[in-house]
């Protein structure tokens, strides 16, 4: 039974992702314009679908609304009994099918008609009403499913998901869809808190630990102590030049020490980050080059703030 379904897995896990190699290989023109024309929609996309298609544009709609292109899904069957009306003529409709001739879809297919509402339609079925009558078809490679019986939509649904995706990424790029963008969507969970900026959650001004070039070493220690950083920043006229750390006391221990400047002992040109960087890029540096503190710095390198590696462990960060 093990080894039978290890087999089984393993085909229709080839079947989809040779069926998936097959779309990509055969991306027109039309992919292009659809994308156009989507990105020219002044309202929402409307994705639908019945069945298990409707499964998956419930999925694509959402994808496309957490990523900068406004989307509901419409039940195909409700449409017909009063949710026509969340349709605009502002909107586009993309209709999943892989008939192309589901029942359901017609009076959809027929109000866009009636309404002048662009119609991009994802099937299979070349000479279908839906690629018919569609602005646009995108038509899926007509392959048998994965399905043992070949009944159940699996191929199929695989590749709706995957065009909707194509579709969804390709509408990132022609926006300009930043990160920043990107968490205006995502405010909750950790994927949300990543996308948290620097200035958020690094310490302020007045409680940096800075000390010109020329402090004496013993004052730079006491200052590092009642921080508590692990740091020091060193600067001059009023710019971050340099930063002396616990391990850089240790690797410099000597008799006359407390005594000598800070320019002496410190690491020049530290690694810095901007306040408006994402707090994933600080932790990812930090992780990189093995320290736990960053200063953040404006354009004219002037210290604005500081984030610790503590920081990112109690927002749930890192």
């Known amino acids: 039974m093990t080894n039978s379904a290890i087999t089984e897995g393993i085909r229709v896990l ?14 027109d023109q039309k992919f292009a ?36 292109s406004p989307a509901q899904f419409v039940h195909p069957a409700e449409a017909s009994h009063g949710d026509m009306g969340m349709i605009t003529a502002n909107d586009a409709v993309l209709a ?8 359901e879809l017609i009076n959809l297919i027929t109000y866009t008609r009636r309404f002048n509402i662009p119609l991009i339609g994802i099937t299979s079925g070349k000479n279908s009403g839906l690629a018919q009558h569609a602005d646009i078809a995108l038509l899926l490679p007509k392959l048998p499913e994965a399905c043992p019986l070949e009944l159940a939509p699996m191929t199929s649904t695989t590749l709706m998901l995957g065009l909707g995706d194509a579709l969804a990424a390709a509408l990132m790029a022609a926006r300009g869809f ?18 948290m900026k620097v200035s958020d959650l690094m310490h302020p001004q007045n409680e940096l630990p800075l000390c010109a070039v020329d402090t004496p070493m ?8 009642e921080k508590g950083f692990g740091c020091v920043g060193i600067t001059k006229k ?10 850089d006391l240790r690797r410099h221990m ?17 690694k810095t ?31 604005l703030g500081i984030i610790h590696i503590h920081d990112l462990l109690r927002a749930g960060i890192a």
Request: no cysteine; net charge neutral; hydrophobic share 40%.
């Open 14 to 27: 080839t079947a989809e992702s040779e069926a998936l190699k097959k779309l990509a290989d055969g991306l």
């Open 33 to 68: 314009d659809a994308v156009e024309k989507l990105k020219s929609v002044k309202g929402r996309i409307t994705v639908t679908g019945m069945g298990k298609s409707g499964h998956i544009a419930r999925k694509i709609a959402a994808t496309l609304a957490s990523t900068g």
């Open 96 to 103: 999943l099918s892989n008939s192309g001739d589901t029942q």
């Open 178 to 195: 930043t990160a920043e963008q990107f968490n205006h969507y995502h405010p909750g969970g950790k994927l949300g808190l990543k996308l």
């Open 218 to 225: 013993g004052n730079v220690v006491v200052l590092m102590s």
């Open 238 to 247: 009023d710019k971050l030049v340099g930063i002396i750390t616990d391990g």
């Open 254 to 270: 000597r008799d006359d020490l407390m005594r000598v400047a800070a320019e002496k002992i410190m690491t020049a040109n530290p």
């Open 273 to 303: 980050i901007s306040p408006d960087a994402l707090v994933a890029e600080a932790l990812s540096t930090m992780q990189q080059r093995n320290i736990t503190s960053l200063f953040a710095v404006n354009a004219d390198n002037v210290p």
